[in-house]
């Protein structure tokens, strides 16, 4: 299998094949769109042994995805990579079967790292483009030849691919877990309605048609850009606050979501750091050691490959305070029945690998990193009972509608469980086995189908909002 070091020599080649690379022409009309990388050598799985031309599909692929990501016009949630072997002689199915996945384990390490190296040069995203899909691996060893009866190594090269679908959000959500389903309908008590489904339509009402996206080219002009998740919830914020008439922002200025203090009304301005709520942090099982150490601890990338070999499972699970945690939360609830947008920051995925990406990270301790910096943000717009809906910039969360002649907006749900003392997507529903369990790409595995399932977010900071819907008194400050 290819190494860090193999990419990093490899790395050279492809950012000269960026400027020249076009985007990637799908060979299917309809979705699933499939791509085939092949001609590995005899029991090859490293991507380094390829073909430059072969090599070159993976450069082509991962910029698809990064233009759909900073465009709004195609975002891919899931890539599902299976892998082929040729017929061996003597058979050997079970080998066929582990030569097949690590094809495919190899080429998921090598799209990541290309998809996050071609942001190098104009500033990394955060959250990473390669941690906001879920990637999955498949096997069909030798069941599935491209060429049945081969008669030159051509030809058994053919069969030895890796071949890769690109699955995109889905438009609409089945009825169980619409929004719109009656047991979701609920009504917070207040003058202003900021249920979930309220504040849904309310928000792509309000907010402007106009795509959140790098400039370049290719992607458009430059407006706020949807790679960096601070400002794009900052830029959506004031966006959603312009749109609102003066007399109901009562003075407050359409910016500065970080900044926002008493002297411009205060009625948005409630903020907690995780130092204030959080207790502590636990990895549960069945996370290896070695992972613990080596993944969490250290401030650098969880591999896919990595991940894909590890067993479902819980991963880190903070722990909050429950007091503090109950006070942050009524006061959220209080930010939003005063009309308040609320910006949060939230560690995301199965554990606190990327905390060194903000820059307001850098001077905290290694040690400190998971308690005092966000791995992603997210932009609170409602709430009904105990659960909260948000937008989501990195359009990892599918549980609401998307609207592709509205941004692609993508919406997710936080839920406060008063009982373990939380406030993440682990939904309380008590039908759901194991509401904390996630794949290896971070997303929950219980209580929705897996085409819409949950970026799995857990809170770690609540900062100060702007206005959108009509006036009220202040919640109190910190």
Same mark, same amino acid.
């Given at each position: 299998m290819?190494?860090?070091?193999d990419?990093?020599?490899?790395?050279?080649?492809?950012?000269?094949q960026f400027?020249?690379a076009?985007?990637l022409e799908?060979e299917?009309?309809t979705n699933?769109?499939?791509q085939?990388?092949?001609?590995f050598p005899?029991y090859?799985?490293s991507?380094?042994a390829?073909?430059?031309?072969?090599r070159q599909?993976?450069?082509?692929i991962? =910029? &698809?995805?990064?233009?759909g990501? *900073?465009?709004g016009?195609?975002s891919?949630r899931?890539v599902?990579l299976?892998g082929?072997?040729?017929?061996?002689t003597?058979? *050997?199915p079970?080998?066929?079967h582990?030569?097949?996945?690590?094809?495919?384990q190899?080429v998921?390490a090598?799209l990541?790292?290309?998809?996050?190296?071609?942001?190098q040069?104009?500033g990394?995203?955060?959250?990473?483009?390669s941690?906001?899909i879920?990637?999955?691996?498949?096997?069909?060893g030798?069941?599935?030849?491209?060429?049945p009866n081969p008669r030159t190594?051509?030809?058994?090269s053919r069969n030895r691919?890796?071949e890769i679908?690109?699955l995109?959000n889905?438009s609409?959500?089945?009825?169980s877990?619409?929004?719109?389903?009656?047991? &979701?309908?609920?009504?917070?008590?207040s003058?202003?309605?900021?249920?979930?489904g309220a504040a849904?339509?309310d &928000?792509l009402r =309000?907010?402007?048609n106009d795509a959140?996206?790098?400039?370049d080219?290719?992607?458009?002009p430059d407006l706020?850009?949807r *790679?960096?998740c601070?400002?794009a919830?900052?830029?959506k914020a004031?966006?959603?606050?312009?749109?609102?008439?003066a007399?109901d922002r009562a003075s407050i200025?359409?910016?500065g979501?970080l900044?926002?203090?008493q002297?411009?009304?205060?009625?948005?301005?409630?903020?907690m750091?995780?130092?204030?709520?959080l207790a502590?942090?636990?990895?549960?099982?069945?996370?290896?050691?070695?992972?613990r150490?080596n993944?969490c601890?250290?401030?650098?990338?969880?591999?896919p490959k990595?991940?894909?070999s590890?067993?479902t499972?819980?991963?880190?699970?903070l722990?909050y305070?429950?007091?503090?945690?109950?006070?942050?939360v009524d006061?959220?609830k209080?930010?939003?029945?005063?009309?308040?947008?609320?910006?949060?920051g939230?560690?995301?995925?199965?554990?606190?690998d990327?905390?060194d990406l903000?820059?307001?990270?850098k001077p905290?301790?290694?040690?400190?990193?998971w308690?005092?910096?966000?791995?992603?943000w997210l932009?609170i717009?409602?709430?009904?009972g105990d659960? &909260?809906?948000?937008?989501?910039?990195?359009e990892?969360s599918?549980?609401?509608?998307v609207r592709?002649g509205?941004?692609?907006?993508?919406?997710g749900?936080?839920?406060?469980d008063s009982?373990?003392h =939380?406030l993440t997507?682990?939904?309380?529903?008590p039908?759901v086995?194991?509401?904390l369990?996630?794949?290896?790409?971070?997303f929950?595995t219980?209580g929705?189908? =897996? *085409?819409h399932a949950?970026?799995?977010?857990?809170v770690t900071?609540m900062?100060?909002?702007?206005p959108?819907?009509?006036s009220?008194?202040s919640?109190g400050?910190?």
């Open positions: 290819t190494s860090l070091n990419f990093s020599l490899l790395s050279k080649e492809w950012e000269q400027e020249a076009y985007p799908l299917a009309a699933p769109r499939v085939v990388v092949s001609l005899r090859a799985t991507v380094a390829l073909p430059a031309t072969e599909k993976i450069n082509q991962a =910029r &698809f995805i990064v233009g990501l *900073r465009s016009k195609e891919i899931t599902r299976t082929h072997a040729d017929l061996d003597p058979r *050997r079970a080998f066929e582990q030569v097949a996945r690590a094809r495919a190899d998921i090598a990541a790292w290309t998809l996050d190296r071609i942001e040069t104009t990394r995203a955060a959250p990473p483009y941690s906001r879920a990637w999955e691996v498949q096997s069909a030798a069941t599935r030849l491209i060429v190594e051509l030809d058994r691919r890796v679908s690109l995109p889905v609409s959500l089945p009825q877990v619409s929004v719109r389903d009656p047991k &979701f309908a609920l009504t917070a008590h003058s202003i309605d900021v249920s979930a849904i339509d &928000f =309000r907010a402007p959140l996206r790098y400039d080219s290719d992607f458009g706020a850009d *790679r960096i601070v400002s919830v900052a830029s004031a966006q959603l606050c312009s749109s609102t008439n007399a200025p359409c910016r979501v900044t926002l203090d002297r411009t009304g205060g009625r948005c301005y409630s903020r750091v995780g130092s204030q709520f502590g942090k636990d990895y549960l099982p069945p996370l290896t050691g070695a992972t150490a993944c601890t250290k401030g650098f990338p969880c591999s990595t991940l894909s590890l067993p499972g819980h991963y880190l699970v722990k305070q429950p007091g503090p945690l109950k006070k942050l006061r959220l209080c930010l939003l029945d005063r009309g308040c947008v609320v910006p949060v939230v560690l995301s995925g199965i554990c606190d990327k905390p903000s820059g307001i990270c905290i301790p290694l040690q400190n990193k308690r005092d910096c966000w791995e992603h932009l717009i409602g709430y009904d659960r &909260f809906v948000f937008w989501d910039s990195a990892a599918a549980m609401g509608p592709r509205k941004d692609n907006h993508y919406f749900f936080l839920y406060y009982t373990n =939380r997507t682990a939904t309380t529903h039908g086995a194991d509401a369990e996630v794949d290896s790409s971070g929950h219980q929705v189908p =897996r *085409r949950q970026k799995r977010y857990q900071s900062w100060n909002g702007l959108w819907k009509s009220g008194a919640c400050s910190t």
